[in-house]
């Protein structure tokens, strides 16, 4: 028996638990983390059209990358556990693992540069967010496929100072990104508030929502940072870099397809909008409505107003003056919480809007 099988024996047999554990779990993990991915991705599909083309080719692309992870995870398995059972030293080589770090950035840097584009948006376009987290994303995959090529011949003992420089610059590069994408997301969000209560209900929920699904792959990217910097590439170690890729891509989707929750549990309420170029339809009652205002003395209406239009719309002029039969009145849009969704995402509410029209 040579030496380096009779060493990852001993290493295996001291404690199979830690050793081998992680491995199958990952394995299962990985495998309830696609079916999740699949149902949420499943789900997105029938609303996807309504998503611009570049975000959709990054999550077909991550949905991809999904998969393929899938498909390698398992063939990693069956060989470790079927084709070369027996064989020790395979639990302390990284001819297989190693390859994880070519398969990761198809999920994780395609479900960041949605989240890149999303804060790059609600920050009114600020190209410094931008810079930012495309120079630490360029360097997550510098780590990942430089650690993939430096130590798929070596065994986990056998690790130099430039596989692990790699290997830190993988995860910590991704943790510097997540922060900075989470709290520029976080502040611009917050800065969308606009004193209307259902609008910044909104924008709270958007805010849980985002918290809810970026801050979960974060904190695994640190754990796998954090068990290295411990214990190298352990079984934990190799556990973490099977499931990262899936809790991005579930959390990606999970904030997709939160917009089609907050349609349907939007709360209808009375537009009222000046005339302008925008399109905005009108009724006989509605009509008759408004004749009841007009007779009905001095009135103040509170609305939130939503414009959403491919020309120039002439927002409302705020005058005590103003006629009523300048005013229409418009029913519950069904898409006012889904405009609404929008406006915040762009950071078209961080500047105040023309909520109130005040009749006297």
Known sequence: MSSVEEIA???????????????????????????VAINSFCRWWT????????????????????????????????????YSYGTYSQFTKCNWIAWYGIIDPLTKISIQAFYAERAWRINKRNYLILVLIGVCLCLSVTGSVGYAFTTHTLTMDEFDTRANLFFYLWPGACISADLIITSSIMYGLYHSRSGLEHTDRLVKKLMRVSLEAQVPPTLVALLFFLQFAADSMSSIVQFIAIIHPKVYLVGCLAILN???????????????????????????????????????????????????????????????????????????????????????ECGALGTPLEFEVELK
């Open 9 to 35: 024996r001993k290493q295996v047999t001291g404690n199979l638990g830690s050793h081998l554990s992680p491995l199958l779990l990952g394995m299962g993990v990985d495998a309830l983390l696609l079916g």
């Open 47 to 82: 609303h996807s059209k309504k998503e611009a083309t570049h975000i959709r080719f990054l999550i077909y692309l991550a949905s991809i990358g999904g998969v393929i992870g899938t498909i390698f995870t398992w063939a990693t398995t069956l060989h470790m556990f079927s």
């Open 258 to 344: 939160s917009r089609q929750d907050l349609r349907r549990d939007r709360q209808r309420s009375y537009v009222y909008a000046s005339g302008g170029t925008g399109s905005f339809g009108t009724s006989s009652s509605n009509s008759r409505n408004a004749e009841k205002m007009q007779t009905g003395g001095g009135i103040k209406v509170e609305t939130e107003t939503y414009i959403c239009s491919d020309g120039p719309v002439t927002p409302p002029v705020h005058s005590a003056n103003r006629s009523l039969s300048e005013i229409k009145v418009i029913p519950p849009s069904e898409n006012g919480d889904a405009e609404a969704i929008v406006l915040a």
